[in-house]
Nanobody, 124 residues
Framework: QVQLVESGGGLVQAGGSLRVSCVVS????????MGWFRQAPGKEREFVAA????????DYSDSVKGRFTITTDNAENTVYLQMNSLKPEDTAVYFC?????????????????WGQGTQVTVSS
């Protein structure tokens, strides 16, 4: 089975930066694509960013585009989400997820494996 473990969350002031990480225990065809989602208190889980291990186009939600960057370190089976210019509205638990390749990166139900999440809190 595949395990995903997030880390790197914490407290940061508005305008600051933070990088969260996700280590994947095993890469298979079912983990072709890595995604980041987030869930704020009282809100539903929403798509943030996604990228295939093989590279190529990235996908971002409109709310984070230009501020967040998703990257991978294939040798370490790790995916990162670099978050810059953070806003209080970015406060959420951030989850990484993995799925087989398909035509869209944005649908949470398509992801097979999920991590337990890491808390990111942005203060004003």
């Amino acid at each position: 089975q595949v395990q995903l473990v997030e880390s790197g969350g914490g407290l940061v002031q508005a305008g600051g930066s933070l990088r969260v990480s996700c280590v994947v225990s095993r890469r298979t065809f079912r983990t072709d694509t890595m995604g980041w989602f987030r869930q704020a208190p009282g809100k539903e889980r929403e798509f943030v960013a996604a990228l295939r291990w093989s590279g190529g186009p990235t996908d971002y939600s409109d709310s984070v585009k230009g501020r967040f960057t998703i990257t991978t370190d294939n040798a370490e089976n790790t995916v990162y989400l670099q978050m810059n210019s953070l806003k209080p509205e970015d406060t959420a638990v951030y989850f990484c997820a993995a799925k087989a390749y398909s035509g869209t990166f944005k649908v949470a139900a398509a992801y097979v494996y999920w991590g337990q999440g890491t808390q990111v809190t942005v203060s004003s």
